[in-house]
Structure formats: structure tokens, C-alpha cells
């Protein structure tokens, strides 16, 4: 348990933390949990030193439970992220992030002529051999590396 005397700005007393945020990716998660226009108190760092991943991003929320979406959403950017559940300034849970089999609605197809431009957009996702996330797109069956993706639905 924690002494009040220890509490100061990076400490939460309920919400998440998202840990080894890849360096860059913390402002797509921002913008998933559309933090902009929410209330929560939040504290995000930003080119932090890590042992892990060389710099990473890290990002705290009071009062913010995540859904399974959500999750799913913030795994597209963050595979291999820690996500840190805290209640009463403890850690209850710890979610390693995977990424998961299919996306839908977060990507828009770089393909111009694709049908999901006027549908739910959906893709398969997967990594290739530099461990780099690919995107499969469910209607047009081109395969797209997420760096070159530049157009979100979020």
C-alpha cells in the first residue's frame, strides 16, 4: 500500500498505464481512447529511455477501463505494450498486448477501388520477417505494411 506521503503526479489512484509504447505511436493511442475530448486526468511521456525497445512512450489514465476493442485497437500500435490495470494505487492486472488475428474499422484501405471504402473496413493482420506489422485487406486481398498505412478511422 502506498503513504500518502509518496503520492505525487505519477502516481494514479485508479485507471490504466500503457507501458513500452513504441517511440511515435503514444499520439495514435490518444487518439483511440479519443483522450482529447475526455476528462480523465492523463499523463503521457513521451522518448523515455527503455531497456527494453531502446525509447518508448508511456501513457497513464485515471478512471479508465479498457474494452476489449479498445484493447484490440491499441495492439495495432503497440504490440508487446504492458498494460497495467490499478485500483487503489495497485497493480491488479497486468495484459501483455498481442496483436489480434483481424481489425475491423480502424484502417481504411490504401487501395482507392477497394469495397470496404464504402463498408466496415477488415483486415487480417500479421508480421513479416523484420517482425513489422502487415495488414490483409479482408475484401481486396492486398497486403499492406503498417507503416505505409496512412488513413484511420479513429
Not at 518508448?56 to 484493447?71: A, F
Not at 502487415?134 to 505505409?148: D, G, K, R, S
Amino acid at each position: 500500500m502506498l503513504n500518502n506521503d509518496k503520492k505525487h503526479i505519477g502516481y494514479i489512484k485508479d485507471g490504466i498505464n500503457i507501458d513500452h509504447i513504441p517511440c511515435g505511436n503514444a499520439w495514435y493511442i490518444i487518439k483511440i481512447l479519443d483522450l482529447q475530448n475526455k476528462h480523465n486526468q492523463s499523463g503521457v511521456g513521451l522518448n523515455l529511455p527503455s531497456k527494453k525497445i531502446g525509447l518508448k512512450d508511456l501513457i497513464k489514465i485515471e478512471n479508465l477501463v479498457l474494452t476489449k476493442d479498445e484493447i484490440d485497437a491499441i495492439s495495432l500500435f503497440c504490440v508487446d505494450a504492458h498494460i497495467s490495470v490499478i485500483k487503489d494505487y495497485q497493480v491488479t492486472q497486468k495484459i501483455n498486448v498481442k496483436l489480434p488475428k483481424t481489425i475491423q474499422n480502424i484502417v481504411i484501405c490504401p487501395n482507392f477501388r477497394c469495397v470496404s471504402r464504402q463498408y466496415v473496413s477488415k483486415f487480417i493482420t500479421s508480421k513479416n520477417r523484420q517482425s513489422k506489422v502487415c495488414l490483409t485487406c479482408h475484401y481486396c486481398e492486398q497486403v499492406f505494411p503498417l507503416e505505409n498505412i496512412k488513413n484511420y478511422n479513429i
